[in-house]
């Protein structure tokens, strides 16, 4: 929770070695990029707005080459202190130096690169596509993102039983990409006066979707649709809907796996359910492990509890 890094030695009997210190906020997402790097993504504690992401030797374990920041905070003024566009990050997937981020709760993607000049190494953000899956703001908070060992992610949210599946390559490049950065606040009216039917307006919403190569459609929670109560008739209703307060949401997925062609996704109820892509998903060699190469949390930073991981002293 203070932004520190314990890396373990294998067959050592889960033996830590020393902390690698350079983040000031809880790490929401890490990546192998390649053979010599390990980027990490944190977050500020108590709002959970995007605070840095800094780039790990792993030839010198523990040294940090680059730091990029997404939160300023010697700004005075509230409004001003995000630097970028960056919202909750849920997932990531990298395949050679190209990282995939899935933010704004599974509802958009952005792409990233990990490059190299003659002053070192640091990450190039190349922009950000919408998916469009949530219309107001108010609504899905649960999204997540699983990849293939080389090529593929996948991106899902609670509130669809649609998963996108992206190429983590070739997307920094892609025309459909919002290319504009900056604080978040400049962006809040993009979509706003403007006609529900504009179609400028409605491509621009679902930019993502056009960057996908793939789709999967899940049953709503799984194919266990739980038996609800209905709420009270209205009087401007024909039919009564659902009453979903009792916390499964609208039967997306809240978790993802993914090996080779086989992805697994995770309901609200638990329930369970699994896919088997196409052949051309097909990895020419399978990764170990599902999420080969990444991992991303979903903790909330306001939880009341945040585990402690505790290693025992010499």
């Known amino acids: 929770s203070e932004g520190n890094i314990v890396p373990f030695l294998e067959h050592s009997n889960g033996r830590a070695m020393p902390s690698w210190r350079g983040h000031g906020g809880m790490i929401q997402a890490m990546a192998?990029?390649?053979?010599?790097?390990?980027?990490?993504?944190?977050?500020?504690?108590?709002?959970?707005?995007?605070?840095?992401?800094?780039?790990?030797?792993?030839?010198?374990?523990?040294?940090?080459?680059?730091?990029?920041?997404?939160?300023?905070?010697?700004?005075?003024?509230?409004?001003?202190?995000?630097?970028?566009?960056?919202?909750?990050?849920?997932?990531?997937?990298?395949?050679?130096?190209?990282?995939?981020?899935?933010?704004?709760?599974?509802?958009?993607?952005?792409?990233?690169?990990?490059?190299?000049?003659?002053?070192?190494?640091?990450?190039?953000l190349h922009g950000y596509a919408n998916i469009g899956r949530r219309y107001y703001d108010g609504e899905g908070f649960h999204g997540r993102m699983a990849m293939s060992k080389s090529k593929y992610g996948i991106v899902a949210m609670e509130i669809s039983p649609t998963a996108l599946i992206f190429p983590i390559q070739g997307c920094s490049t892609h025309e459909n990409l919002d290319r504009r950065d900056g604080n978040r606040r400049k962006f809040d009216d993009d979509y706003q006066n403007r006609e529900e039917d504009d179609y400028e307006c409605l491509k621009e919403k679902r930019a993502a979707r056009g960057i996908a190569v793939g789709k999967i459609e899940w049953p709503l929670w799984g194919g266990n649709k739980p038996t609800r109560k209905k709420k009270r008739l209205e009087y401007f209703l024909d039919v009564s809907p659902d009453d979903d307060s009792d916390g499964l949401g609208r039967g997306g997925p809240v978790q993802l796996a993914m090996r080779g062609r086989n992805v697994v996704a995770g309901f609200t109820n638990g329930t369970l359910a699994k896919i088997l892509l196409p052949e051309e998903f097909e990895e020419r060699m399978s990764s170990l492990s599902s999420n080969h190469l990444v991992s991303c949390s979903n903790l909330s930073s306001c939880e009341w509890h945040i585990p402690i991981l505790e290693c025992a002293d010499d």
């Not at 409004?79 to 970028?84: G, N, P, T, Y």
Request: charged letters at 25%; glycine letters at 8%; aromatic letters at 10%.
């Open 32 to 124: 192998v990029v390649g053979t010599k790097y390990l980027v990490s993504f944190s977050i500020q504690m108590g709002h959970g707005n995007p605070d840095a992401a800094v780039i790990w030797s792993l030839e010198q374990a523990g040294v940090p080459l680059y730091r990029k920041d997404f939160w300023d905070p010697n700004q005075r003024n509230i409004f001003k202190k995000q630097l970028h566009r960056m919202d909750d990050i849920c997932g990531i997937s990298v395949q050679g130096n190209h990282i995939l981020l899935a933010d704004k709760y599974g509802d958009r993607v952005v792409a990233v690169t990990v490059e190299e000049d003659e002053e070192g190494s640091f990450l190039e």
